[in-house]
């Protein structure tokens, strides 16, 4: 007698990073004899990959951990387990604000996360975890973190590597506030609406990877395991965790750790076998790309590795996201607007623009410095993509800063604008400032700059009509296509329809088109000719 497998349904809130997070709970769930289901009703336990980024995140994630254990009502549901970046920021805070959930798993969990939910199914009660600083679990200089193996990182298959790690081909020729007040907060008034992105079930018997380091895969500790959210042409890949910046209104260093690059063999044989799974566009995720290398030795590394990324066989390109303006350098910008299948695409969160104000966030430059950067990029690409976040409503903030910063958002030529309102975040320097603005001067400076970064980023789009663009088919419908042109990131920088298509068009495809219209950031193109892939070499020292 056969008995059917436990199912779960696993739904991911939040950035593409918690994408990759959740593609490697769905690997050790398979592997651990889980079925995964779409649809949460169905599922003997729904696991809620949460954001802790923003008090909107936090909420979305609270609302959708209520709609779900709503299911234990009406449904087969037995339990429904939080894991991501609220989790692991509030731990035993959570799980007492929210007797909703049958258990808050953190970062620690993921390695055996399959037999916490059988032992959670099985009605044992879980002891979630103190919340803790994360910085503090590696040493303060990068390059002493080489040796550290019981850190748990997720999508990391060895925790920290050296330099000796480094494939030759890839070395450089030339040498505390109350936070259960804050959960409290989160709570009272929460909706149960279900949210975020499901994992779809799989259409393959076998489990779709086990270690995509391949053969370069330590002979101890922890191997990455992932299985894709969807089947589509695009796929983040994470190149590194943590941040070891201090920028005074972010909390994510303290519950994503110091900074850790994974090493390049294995993000290389990630993209190996991604592509052998379909994917055509590799999205390098981090909190700071920038920074990849830095703790292997050389801060020029990602100069190379995007190199070697492109040329894995299958990839028709390779997007670098979450860029610091302070650390970019002419190498990178130059990797980045001339290595073939590399896409001229610029994440650079800028913030602000008041000199002044950024480094009252700790942040460095101003409107002049940025300026110049955009200039040196568009220099070397001039149709290159730039987009941006910003803060309105920081404590001190003047109408002055808000004049610089419209300024320089009208004389930067971004493609896209993020644009925030400040709100305090439990635990930052920032919640300790004076100078605090009221929610109504924060509402109406959120305002201006919003309809103002609409109206430049429309005007960007549409200086783009006649301009020719290479787009990568997500979906077909009837005789359109929809898709991303180079200069467009995935779900945040608007998309292209395709008009005039071929015959056997596939998704997957990369066109060249003439952008015909526009309507704010999104294009209309008539469809010109398939582009050719260059010709790709395998990536070597996968062994290394």
């Known amino acids: 007698m056969t008995t059917n497998p436990t199912t779960v349904a696993l739904v991911t809130l939040g950035c593409a990073r918690n994408d990759v997070d959740s593609e490697e709970l769905a690997g050790r769930l398979e592997a651990g004899g889980f079925r995964l289901v779409e649809d949460a009703s169905e599922a003997d336990t729904v696991v809620v990959n949460t954001c802790g980024f923003v008090e909107a995140a936090k909420k979305d994630s609270v609302d959708t951990l209520l709609a779900a254990s709503d299911y234990k009502d009406s449904g087969r549901t037995q339990a429904v387990v939080a894991v991501g970046c609220l989790a692991e920021r509030y731990g035993e805070q959570l799980a007492d604000a929210l007797p909703e959930t049958d258990a808050v798993l953190g970062f620690d969990d993921y390695a055996d996360i399959s037999d916490k939910l059988r032992s959670i199914l099985s009605g044992t009660k879980h002891q979630s975890h103190v919340p803790r600083d994360r910085r503090k679990l590696l040493p303060l200089a990068p390059a002493d973190r080489a040796g550290v193996h019981d ?39 929460a909706t149960a609406e279900l949210k975020g992105r499901a994992v779809k079930p ?41 941040c070891d910046r201090r920028c005074a209104f972010c909390a994510i260093p303290a519950f994503r750790g110091a900074f850790v690059s994974r090493r390049p063999t294995e993000v290389l044989g990630e993209a190996h076998w991604l592509a052998e799974n379909g ?43 979450y860029l610091q303006p302070a650390e970019m350098r002419p190498t990178l910008i130059t990797a980045m607007t001339s290595t073939p299948g590399v896409v001229p695409y610029f994440d650079l969160s800028f913030q602000h623009a008041s000199g002044p104000l950024l480094r009252r966030m700790r942040r460095f430059g101003d409107a002049e410095r940025f300026l110049e950067l955009i200039e040196s990029v568009r220099a070397q690409a001039p149709t290159a993509g730039i987009r941006s976040n910003v803060i309105v409503g920081f404590p001190g903030e003047t109408e002055q800063d808000v ?33 605090k603005l009221d929610e109504d001067t924060i509402a109406a400076r959120l305002d201006r700059v919003t309809r103002l970064a609409e109206d430049l980023t429309s005007a960007r789009a549409e200086a783009r009509i006649g301009e020719t663009v290479e787009v990568l088919v997500e979906s077909i ?17 608007g998309s292209t329809t395709l008009t005039g298509l071929p015959t056997g068009l596939a998704v997957g495809d990369l066109v060249a088109a003439t952008v015909t219209a526009s309507e704010g950031v999104d294009l209309v193109a008539q469809y010109a000719a398939h582009v050719q892939p260059q010709e790709v070499v395998r990536a070597a020292n996968l062994t290394a």
């Not at 330099?163 to 505390?176: F, Y």
């Not at 990877?209 to 796929?235: E, H, K, W, Y």
């Not at 910063?405 to 439990?426: H, T």
Request: proline share 6%; with cysteine.
């Open 202 to 242: 799989s259409d393959r018997s076998e489990l779709t990877i086990d270690a995509p380091d391949l053969m370069s895969a330590p002979a101890s500790g922890p191997r990455v395991m992932r299985r894709r959210l969807d089947g589509g042409p695009m796929a983040p890949l994470k190149l590194a965790s943590g």
């Open 279 to 321: 994917v055509r566009e590799v999205f390098l995720v981090s909190e700071n790309s920038t920074s990849y290398g830095k703790d292997l030795g050389d801060l020029r590394l990602l100069e190379t590795l995007v190199g070697e990324i492109a040329a894995v066989p299958g990839l028709t390109r390779v997007r670098v996201s």
């Open 403 to 435: 004049d610089i910063l419209c300024d320089f958002l009208s004389r930067a030529g971004l493609d896209a604008i993020g644009v925030f309102g400040y709100s305090d975040e439990d635990g930052t320097e920032a919640e300790t400032y004076d100078g």
């Open 477 to 493: 419908d009837g005789d359109t296509a929809e898709g991303r042109a180079a200069h467009q990131g995935p779900e945040v920088d």
């Open 151 to 189: 850190v748990a990182v997720p999508g990391h298959g060895d925790v920290v590597v050296n330099g000796s790690h480094i494939p030759t081909s890839l070395k450089p020729v030339n040498g505390s506030t109350d936070a259960a007040a804050d959960i409290d907060g989160l709570t009272s008034g």
